[in-house]
C-alpha cells in the first residue's frame, strides 16, 4: 500500500512529506508502535531428521520450553501435503456426475418433515448414513434404498456419496454416480466402431469405483422386449457380481419395493447384494408433493 503511495508521490512530490518535522513526526509514531509491539524471546532449537538431517530453529521460548520441536522442514511439507489433498478432495466433490443440485450438499440440506414418528425414523436413518460414511470401507454394507418416486432416494445416495468423500477421502478414490438406464447406454456405445474401449472393460473400470451409486435400477427397463432387459439387466448382475468379489459396496436406488427389486435383478446378483446389506425403505409421501404449492384454476 505505502509502495503505490510512496512511488506516486516520488514524481510528483508533496511539500509537506518532505517537510523533516513531519518526517520526524512519522518515525515517531512509527517508533511507538514497535515499542508497543510484544518482544518475543526466541530461542535456538536443534533437531535431527531422518529425512533434512540436522537443522536449527529460531522459535519462541513458550514453543521451546512446550518441547517436541520437530523439523520444520518435514511440517512445512505436511502442511503443504494437506492443503494439496484439501484441494483434491474439494475438486472430487466439485466433479461428480451427480444432479448439480447434490454437489457439494450435505446433511444441512436434507429437511425433516412429518409427523414424530416418521421424524424418528429417519433420525434414524440420517445417523446411519452418516456413521456408514464415516467408517466406509472394502466389506461394508451394500444400501438398497426403494420408495416412491421424489422420497428423496436419489438425494440420500448423493448426500452419502458426498460424506464418503469428505470423511474417507484418499488420493486413488473413484465415485461413480450412474443412472441405470446410463450404465446400458454406456456400455452400447462401447460397441460403437469408432469406440477405443470395450464393453468389459467398461464394467471392469466402473465396478472398481470405490463408491458407486446406481441410480434408478428398473428406470430404464420398460418399453423393451424382454430379451432385450434380461440383456440389461444380466450386465447390471455383472457389475454387481464384480464389485461382490472386490468386496466393493453397492449404492442402488430403486422406485421398487425390495421384493420388486429382488425379483428384477435376479437370485444370482440379490443373493450378493442380501450377503451384506441395508435395506431402507423410504415409505413417506414426497418431497416434492409436500412441498410444491399447485393450483388448480
Ligand atoms: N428430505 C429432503 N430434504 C430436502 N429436499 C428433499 C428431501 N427429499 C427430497 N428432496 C428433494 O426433492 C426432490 C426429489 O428427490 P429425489 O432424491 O430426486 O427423489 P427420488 O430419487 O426418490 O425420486 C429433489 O429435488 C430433492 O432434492
Ligand atoms: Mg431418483
Ligand atoms: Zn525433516
Redesign the pocket.
Known sequence: MNTAYESASLRNPKPELLDPAHVAGRNNTLDSIISSMPTFNNVSVDTDCTIHGQQSWLVTAAVANAGNVQCQKCQWERDAYQDKMRSMKAELLASLEM?S??INADFS?????GDNQLRERIAIIVSFAKKYAASYQKGCENILLT??????????ACLIANEIIRQRYHTRMTVAFKRSGQIQQEIKATWDKSSNDSDAAYIERLSRSTVLII??VGEADTGYSDKAADKDRERLSAIIDRRYQLRLPTII?T?MTADEFYHHMGDRASDRLRQNLVDIA?VWP???MLTGNVRSL
Open positions: 444432479p443440485e447434490h440440506q436434507w429437511s425433516v418433515t420408495g416412491n418416486t421424489g422420497t428423496g432416494k436419489t438425494k440420500l441410480d434408478e436406488t422406485n423410504c414426497s418431497y416434492r
